[in-house]
């Protein structure tokens, strides 16, 4: 459990810096960052059903 809570945290940063640093100048770049944010949310919500297995 802990190295798949260690993981997640590791992709969650990955996720918030790949969100910071993308500008939006396209609708293609709003999409992006769009598919990012979603994709946060879903490992946000891994790690708090993982957390509470534990």
């Known amino acids: ?3 798949t ?3 997640l945290d590791r992709i ?3 996720l ?3 969100l910071d640093t993308t500008e939006v ?5 709003a999409g992006y960052r769009s598919g990012i944010s ?3 949310v879903h490992v946000m919500e891994t790690k708090k ?6």
């Open 1 to 3: 459990m802990k190295r």
């Open 5 to 7: 809570l260690l993981a």
């Open 12 to 14: 969650q940063a990955r």
């Open 16 to 18: 918030e810096n790949e």
């Open 25 to 29: 100048r396209t609708e293609r770049d």
């Open 38 to 40: 979603e994709a946060l």
């Open 49 to 54: 059903r993982v957390a509470t297995q534990r």
